[in-house]
């Protein structure tokens, strides 16, 4: 089973970015996918997941309105598209799916 992450990077507040995670080793179209992050000093939290069909997503609070989680059962892959981005959602991202994480990739948002 393998989670690559990519997509991260530098940005302005205000600016956007999207992450994708493809996914290999398992079935990937019949399990929930969810989006991590992780900011320094503070637990891992759930950002998004969207369920295996892509009919159902739910969200942080924090990020409602500002970022969208998505998937192509054809391409196993899951994105997360971040806009209207702040100085607080600086994180390692992770890709959770089958029991698996990724490897995260470095969201920083500075001016």
């Known amino acids: 089973v393998q989670l690559v992450e990519s997509g991260g990077g530098l940005v302005q507040p205000g600016g956007s970015l999207r992450l994708s995670c493809a996914a290999s080793g398992f079935t990937f179209r019949s399990y929930v996918m969810r989006w991590y992050r992780q900011a320094p000093g503070k637990e891992r939290e759930l950002v998004a997941g969207?369920?295996?069909?892509?009919?159902?997503?739910n969200y942080a609070d924090s990020v409602k309105g500002r970022f969208t989680i998505s998937r192509d059962n054809v391409k196993k892959t899951v994105y997360l598209q971040m806009n209207s981005l702040k100085p607080e959602d600086t994180a390692v991202y992770y890709c959770?799916?089958?029991?698996?994480w990724g490897q995260g990739t470095q969201v920083t948002v500075s001016s």
């Open positions: 969207i369920t295996s069909g892509g009919g159902t997503t």
């Open positions: 959770y799916g089958f029991g698996y």
